[in-house]
DNA sequence: CATGAATGAGCATTCATTCAT
DNA sequence: TATGAATGAATGCTCATTCAT
């Protein structure tokens, strides 16, 4: 109901507000929205209860802001696939970049899968807006691939679908993912295999004989 | 941490039980372990919160509980990968039992994906158990089928990682998907075109020429 | 937003229910209702915090229970005042049950002062019906009197203002009062004066000639 | 508690206070003492928050220092009844004078009413002190008419309660007063009713035959 | 003078769990 | 079995006041 005095940042405000939202992607990607409290993220930050709420209104205005960071972030590699490259190299790196997003951004990762899994109750419209608008732009391009024969035809979307899900999961079931494989294959290069194996499906497999 | 005194049950008991673990694998896919409250459980099966808290000691037990029963139905579909079929029909049977459990119990797909993104507290060790060893016996036997030259030679583990995570992400990231196909591609018919695409990518793709 | 569960109620919740009305009563009029805590509601009831939020869902409901009782017995008086009766004597009579009514219940006069005072934000809505609808009628009943002669001509509801003014003075600035009396004119007996002087006031003064 | 250092006050300084002061009436009148909180004040006077507390200590400060003047212009009005004028027309003015300080003042008024609603907790020395002392005086004066025949016997004090009441009433019940009259009677001309009125019973009824 | 930053104490409300019946 | 009643421990958020600059 209140106008939202829109607030000038001074340097110290932008610091700490990056403090806040780093220990609130700890904290959230790891409980979820509900399962955070505000303590320990201000624990994390280093700092007060009283003195975050004086950064941020609220437990949800910390959330949203992560959120719509997350967003742009999460979907750069695919703003990346470039209508005019060579396709089988496109997909190739398209999928190598998400996989190095998963390895290096999984609180990232588990966050988005987190919000989505509870239905996007506060993502929703970024979902039904800026994603839905990428992903049939790029389906697009991908169709374009196919008509013109440079990748087998198959579905675009169902496509993208199975390059997110494959990749983001391991970030998202990383814990399971390590303990299947042990301590044997279960290190960092967890992430060179799959990426093999991946390109392997997805790239081999949709080259034109 | 109490031993539990093993209480034997009469079919009443057995009946309740049951009511408020469906009740519970709704709300907790819903909302989380710690979203969710055990008024809403009570609620949704029809009883009072003392009364529920007299068939299962606390709200941990009943996700507990949960958990075990789910990972039992939920590896069912490898489990059922048989060592002496037919390798491609395996794998292609394989997917689509697995398509058809995020499609028929998308609650069930949810509430393991929270637990894991979590870190599986609550779960570990039947990760570390029942699942790994399950995945190591079925990866030998994939293997046995790459060794004898019936399909190409790829990682098995992350061939069941994928298979996993293309085919649950249909449940776990359900809004998305139908929010991204929009209203013309995105009703129920989205499971046969996944399951068209699975096939052509991890069937067809994994055909020895 | 929730469905309100219409809870029946036990004859344990209808004695504690009143238990509470009676400490807010004492609460609220003495600190209005944000300078009330629910502690001391609950303590004055002799009740923890969270059992007294099990009887009633809120603060603000706890007010507004309050405030519909009140308004009822507040206007008791106003209502009895009779178009058949005698003028003079209904007229005395209503300055004198308002009287009591200021002596014996001054908690419900403040408490109801407090929220006029703060612009009626929670009881509004009783003002523009019941209370204005009340007011009209017997306001019609006065102008009666006065066109029939047997009161002298005057304005009706600046008439049943003055009388609702001073009287309820005598609870609402009791404290004053009293100091201005000083100890030996204002014990009890400061009700007694008040009321000779209000009759001379107001119903000799009225009489016709 | 501690000792004031009587600070020698700027031009400035004085303004300043001034804003505040005048914001403070404001709030406090609107929100009673502990339904206010200094950030509205703040904002009203258009200043910072420790801006503010650097002109006055604390938020009672701020309260007391409102009382004080307050309750001097409050009374002014009875301080200029006087002995020697005609006593008809003393009350008459009196009265004139107290309903149009509830017209142009109502925010004083309200502040007062909440003060001593809450039993005085603030101001009860000024209670005891000057404004006794006045009343009393005043009362005198009152009485002295009386004796010599110039207006009727009645009890001076209960008066002066009276004429407080009524004419108060129509700032302290402000928004009651005017739903009740609705659109109709209830605009500016609701004081000229009001003044009739009370002169009515007021003057006309302690006129001797 | 002025303000951004910080905080301890408080407050309404929620929730898992216990107790008595 | 079933439930009404009770509560300790949170939990999100507010607010008067202080501190440093």
Redesign the pocket.
Known sequence: MEAEKPRRR?R??TE?RELILDAALEIFSQHGFRG????QIADGAG?????L???F????EIHITLMQRLLTTWLAPLRELDDVGDPISELRSYIRRKLEMARDYPRESRLFANEILQGAPRIMPMIEGELKTLVDEKAEVISGWMRSGRIIHTDPYHLIFSIWATTQHYADFDVQVRTVLGPLRGGEERFEDAARFLEQIFVDGLQPD
């Open positions: 001074t110290i405000q700490k955070a409290t505000i303590d700092m007060s209860k009283p003195n709420l004086y950064y209104r609220s437990k949800e």
